[in-house]
Nanobody, 126 residues
């Protein structure tokens, strides 16, 4: 069982930056692929970024590609999402997720993940 707790959300002006954190507890954190998703009101949950357990390779969604960086610190059981040049359309609840195995599935698919955090609200306004 892995528990995930997100933090770092808040209200930010257009063009500003935020760094989200996800603290993980539970065994074998370093063997999980980690993802960030977001969900705006009335919208489906959307993939944002993922970082693989081995070598730290990353994947990004088009919406935040070039404006975000996902990273992990296995020694601290932490995953981060640095977001820059934020836009109003980035407003959403951001979720951290952990998954492993399921090599036939993409880490961009929410169904890949076994564990989810409670989410942290990000609001971007003028």
């Amino acid at each position: 069982q892995v528990q995930l707790v997100e933090s770092g959300g808040g209200l930010v002006q257009v063009g500003g930056s935020l760094k989200l954190s996800c603290a993980a507890s539970g065994p074998a954190f370093g063997t999980y692929n980690m993802g960030w998703f977001r969900q705006a009101p009335g919208e489906e949950r959307e993939f944002v970024a993922a970082v693989y357990w081995s070598e730290g390779n990353t994947e990004y969604a088009g919406s935040l590609k070039g404006r975000s960086t996902i990273s992990r610190d296995n020694a601290k059981n932490m995953v981060y999402l640095q977001m820059n040049n934020l836009r109003p359309e980035d407003t959403a609840i951001y979720y951290c997720a952990a998954g492993r195995g399921r090599t036939w599935m993409s880490v961009k698919d929410a169904n890949y993940y076994d564990y989810w955090g409670q989410g942290t609200q990000v609001t971007v306004a003028y």
